[in-house]
């Protein structure tokens, strides 16, 4: 498949067909009349970068894990720091969340309160 039928068929934008085939990381040499030709092996991948982007990855950062994932033997490690950093990030950014909603909460107890008192 070329880049157009893979977007339309799978919905991956082209801007994230154009950093896969900028990263290289296919060893084959895909080119079929100056187009990149898809196969089921790039559509894994394709699924995985996407389930990146959607946890947030930054394109550096799904460059980096998918080069670990595909060229480095024994990359385990550092695979697994890399989800450890970014879960930490998620998990910081949702305490940060939580607490917001406590000083909503709160202020909303505050004014709910006061109403209440107001109309005795």
Known sequence: MNKKEVSQKYQIPVSILDEYESWGLCNVVKFVMGEWQYDDQDIERLSTIMA??????????????????????N???????????KRQNKLDQIHFQEKQLERIDYLRYKILKTNSKGSK
């Open 75 to 85: 990359s385990s490690d550092e695979i697994i720091q890399l989800l450890t950093k």
């Open 52 to 73: 990146l982007h959607d946890m947030g990855f930054k394109n550096n950062e799904i460059e980096k894990y998918m080069r670990l994932l595909l060229e480095t033997k």
